[in-house]
């Protein structure tokens, strides 16, 4: 890898007998390559324009072994879009670690994102400041001929027009709405990836799962605040409330085989 190459981020993912990828391409959202290292047990993956099979058991064009230790490196036509790769189900543990880093355009957006925050919080600090020295009695301001306080309206740094624009209707001055950058890089990425999510993340967690069966949860309603695609619900007798702001990934709890016959209710959470 080069200068310009150097990962960033590190994604610790742990297989475990039954667990595995389906055919899918790397998050956009960083840039190629990247570079996989196997831990524990020797595995494959599978690459290919056409991957078939199912539950873990991938045929495709390219059949590739990661032995422990070794490191994988994706780029070019091999890390998409055309081209997918899927994990196997293991033999045994093993356990990757991914290495990746952030693409130059995704570091734009998110730089232009927080820009626009950060300058909306300081359009509200500054009113706010102001409001608190037009509020103060007379004998109370300053009057020292050397300390100027700007008047409202006048721009106290050489902020640009169109941006101040931007600001005086941003709803991020408004503190009870939810940010735009939440919008965009949380509830409008989960709403897309609900298909992958659901293949991936089908199991219950142990300690939940656990938690539930102690205390009796089959004979109680049981509200699942942020329950995604429901793995939680299947576990909560004939009846449940499921609350997430992922509409895709609630009309996967709702239209789930599990959940057919049963009183279930999903319910969309917004700002």
Not at 66 to 81: D, F, H, K, Q, T
Not at 170 to 179: E, F, G, R, V, W
Request: with cysteine; proline share 6%; glycine share 8%.
């Amino acid at each position: 890898l080069t200068e310009q190459q150097r990962p960033e981020t590190c994604c610790v993912n742990v297989y475990g007998v039954g667990h595995w990828l389906p055919p899918h391409v790397d998050n956009v959202a960083f840039a190629r390559p990247f570079v996989t290292v196997s831990l524990e047990s020797k595995q494959l993956v599978v690459f290919g324009r056409n991957i078939t099979g199912e539950n873990g058991n991938w045929e495709g064009q390219h059949r590739v072994a990661m032995p422990i230790c070794s490191a994988l490196r994706v780029s070019g036509e091999a890390a998409g879009p055309d081209v997918q790769h899927a994990i196997h189900s293991p033999t045994c543990r093993r356990i990757s670690l991914t290495f990746r880093r952030l693409s130059q355009h995704t570091r734009e957006e998110m730089s232009r994102n927080l820009t626009g925050k950060l300058l909306a919080k300081w359009k509200h600090t500054r009113r706010a400041g102001q409001e608190l020295i037009d509020s103060l009695p007379t004998e109370f301001r300053c009057k020292s001929p050397d300390v100027k306080i700007p008047h409202r309206g006048i721009k106290s740094s050489p902020v640009p027009g169109h941006i101040m624009e931007d600001i005086e209707t941003s709803t991020l001055t408004k503190s009870c709405a939810m940010p735009s950058v939440e919008k965009d890089h949380v509830h409008r990425v989960y709403d897309s990836i609900a298909s992958h999510w659901n293949r991936t993340r089908h199991s219950p967690w142990p300690r939940v799962a656990r938690w539930l069966k102690e205390n009796n949860s089959r004979g109680k309603l049981i509200a699942d605040i942020g329950c995604g695609n429901g793995k939680h619900l299947r576990l909560c007798g004939i009846g449940g409330i499921g609350s997430d702001v992922s509409l895709e990934q609630l009309k996967i709890c709702q239209t789930a085989s599990w959940n057919k016959g049963r009183t279930r209710r999903c319910l969309v959470a917004s700002d």
